[in-house]
Nanobody
Framework: QVQFVESGGGLVQPGGSLRLSCETS????????MDWYRQAPGKQRELVAR???????YYADLVKGRFTISRDSAKNTVYLQMNSLEPEDTAVYYC?????????WGQGTQVTVSS
């Protein structure tokens, strides 16, 4: 059963912007804090941003000031607005709930930043 459906990735030039979306089930969205992760080739998956049910946010230092996480309860969707993209942001981006263990991962969405 697919729990998370990520979309919105693509190829963008350095300095560009993308908005990622992650749709999940009502039960997951209403209960859990939601996270965005990314995994670059040859690297471990890393936490990028987090948002609680109350809207409190957390960002990894590498993206602070450039990325914004938000959530829309009417659509059970979490967004990641990414501005001032850098080649180092190239990765597959995934969302998941803050849970132990994690729910099964979705397919992710590829973000490639290149000129």
């Amino acid at each position: 059963q697919v729990q998370f459906v990520e979309s919105g990735g693509g190829l963008v030039q350095p300095g560009g912007s993308l908005r990622l979306s992650c749709e999940t089930s009502t039960s997951i969205f209403n209960i859990f804090t939601m996270d965005w992760y990314r995994q670059a080739p040859g690297k471990q998956r890393e936490l990028v941003a987090r948002i609680t049910n109350g809207g409190i946010t957390y960002y990894a230092d590498l993206v602070k000031g450039r990325f914004t996480i938000s959530r829309d309860s009417a659509k059970n969707t979490v967004y990641l607005q990414m501005n001032s993209l850098e080649p180092e942001d190239t990765a597959v981006y995934y969302c998941n709930a803050e849970s132990t263990p994690h729910f099964p991962w979705g397919q992710g969405t590829q973000v490639t930043v290149s000129s």
